[in-house]
């Protein structure tokens, strides 16, 4: 990337990643990635365990190199300028990665000292966050709740002021009350910053701008989680019964399935018949289970959500394999 592009790039760019590709043995943790990141979004890569993600990210804040392909953050290439690069740049890793025998006060001043400045010149950067913290700024973070570990970390990543902020899996581990005030936090903090955050909670894509789907080291969608949402193109019905195993069973076998899976307290399936009435699919499906011995089905049209759209996109065997996790943020 020429000195010309990485300056036209930075003016409304904040990410740009090109044909990345990362293995690690026989195992390929990135194939042919390519994003681009708008500044001022707050921008979500989805998908499950093992689809890259963490990977992606170690590439983004220099810390891995890429076997293949090139990526600039903030107009900078992510190898040749990494040392002015990790001044800009916030990261909060997937894992808890704070010093456990110091406290709240002590690993906030730690991390403004790393870059040069101090907590009372930064405390109106992080003071959404750390007015919840302050209370508790003698205590150990090592005897802090999930939640609170998470809002110590996001208070490290920001008080240098970066200009982009990267969050690795935030709020895995924590409880949903903490989730959703996380993601509260997020909304305030975001005005003048730009945030990538990677998440395997697929209810959480609707609190970004845009979302990346992932699976298996590859993007499967780029959009905003509306418009992946929409592009769920088949009825969709909703399948409740008692005898969740064998309705699986029966209806992979069903000359008609498409996709079957079990979503929450029901079972979402969907037809290769795209031009038939879904009332009438969904008819012929509870017909279909009543004259194999399943006589509590109940099957109607439901509303697809993101993770219907992922699981179509993923081309995963029927009902083997959940892309991700679900609940409420």
Not at 104 to 118: D, H, K, P, Q
Not at 242 to 250: E, G, I, K, M, Y
Request: glycine share 6%; hydrophobic share 40%; net charge negative.
């Amino acid at each position: 990337m020429t000195a010309a592009t990485s300056s036209a790039v930075s003016s409304d760019t904040a990410i740009v990643a090109e044909h990345l590709v990362k293995t690690f043995a026989e195992t390929t943790a990135l194939d042919d990635v390519s994003v681009d990141i708008k500044r001022g979004e707050l921008f979500g890569f989805i998908g499950p365990d093992g689809a890259g993600k963490t990977t992606l990210f170690r590439i983004l804040v220099t810390l891995l190199v890429p076997d293949s392909g090139r990526a600039s953050v903030l107009g900078r290439d992510v190898v040749d300028g990494l040392w002015d690069l990790r001044q800009r740049i916030g990261y909060m890793p997937g894992r808890f990665s704070l010093y456990p025998d110091l406290s709240v006060e002590e690993n906030i001043r730690f991390f403004a000292s790393v870059f040069g400045t101090t907590l009372e010149r930064e405390y109106d950067q992080i003071a959404p966050i750390y007015k919840q913290l302050e209370p508790f700024k003698r205590r150990r973070a090592a005897a802090l709740s999930g939640g609170m570990k998470q809002k110590l970390a996001l208070c490290c990543a920001l008080v240098h002021r970066p200009e982009i902020l990267f969050l690795d899996e935030p709020t895995t581990g924590v409880d949903a009350v903490s989730r959703r005030e996380f993601w509260d936090l997020l909304a305030r903090i975001k005005t003048d910053l730009t945030i990538v955050v990677s998440t395997p909670y697929m209810d959480e894509a609707n609190r970004c701008d845009r979302v990346a789907l992932m699976q298996r080291g590859k993007i499967l969608g780029i959009d905003t989680p509306l418009a992946i949402t929409k592009s769920f193109d088949r009825p969709l019905i909703a399948i409740k019964t008692s005898d969740r195993f064998r309705t699986l069973q029966l209806l992979r076998n069903y000359e008609h399935t498409e996709a079957i899976y079990p979503f929450g307290e029901v079972m979402h399936f969907t037809d290769k018949r795209s031009d038939v009435d879904p009332q009438r699919i969904a008819g012929d499906v509870a017909a279909y289970l009543s004259s194999n011995g399943i006589r509590d089905a109940t099957a109607e049209q439901a509303e697809p959500t993101i993770e219907d759209a992922f699981i179509a996109r993923m081309g995963a065997p029927e009902g083997e394999e959940q892309p991700a996790k679900r609940g409420a943020a």
